[in-house]
């Protein structure tokens, strides 16, 4: 296979982590408002977890995405960005930790409330 045809085979793979991670970040708000415990929705609880895997393999990498890395490499880059996911602009990649961190820690707080409170729900 070419180089070219792994970066796209790269870039879709991305692309769904990606959605994913924001479905993920929905559905804590969903749960949240729904009053799921993690205790008993494996959904929810892959859904806190998630993030949290995502940021330590950053961490691991110098907080930069190894996919990205792997773009680089097989577009035969070795400084700059190469588009790694289909739908987003580089410039909002870099906007990630803001608009997918804060979020996740406001949902993730009000999911731990609201299932703290009397009456939650499976």
């Given at each position: 296979?070419?180089?070219?045809t792994?970066l796209?085979?790269?870039?879709?793979?991305?692309?769904?982590?990606?959605?994913?991670?924001?479905?993920?970040?929905?559905y804590?708000?969903y749960?949240?408002?729904?009053?799921?415990?993690?205790l008993?929705?494996?959904?929810?609880?892959?859904a806190?977890?998630?993030?949290?895997?995502?940021?330590?393999?950053?961490?691991?990498?110098g907080m930069?995405?190894p996919?990205?890395?792997?773009?680089?490499?097989?577009?035969?880059q070795?400084?700059?960005?190469?588009?790694?996911?289909?739908?987003?602009?580089?410039?909002?990649?870099?906007q990630i930790?803001?608009t997918?961190?804060?979020?996740?820690?406001?949902?993730?707080a009000?999911?731990?409330?609201?299932?703290?409170r009397?009456?939650?729900?499976p």
């Amino acid at each position: 296979m070419s180089n070219a045809t792994l970066l796209h085979i790269l870039i879709a793979v991305h692309t769904l982590i990606v959605a994913l991670a924001y479905a993920s970040l929905f559905y804590v708000f969903y749960a949240a408002l729904k009053r799921h415990s993690p205790l008993k929705d494996k959904l929810l609880l892959a859904a806190l977890v998630w993030p949290w895997l995502d940021f330590f393999l950053l961490a691991a990498n110098g907080m930069e995405c190894p996919l990205q890395n792997l773009a680089r490499q097989l577009a035969g880059q070795t400084t700059g960005w190469v588009r790694d996911v289909y739908w987003v602009p580089q410039s909002w990649l870099r906007q990630i930790p803001w608009t997918f961190g804060v979020p996740y820690v406001i949902g993730a707080a009000l999911v731990f409330w609201r299932a703290s409170r009397p009456g939650a729900s499976p």
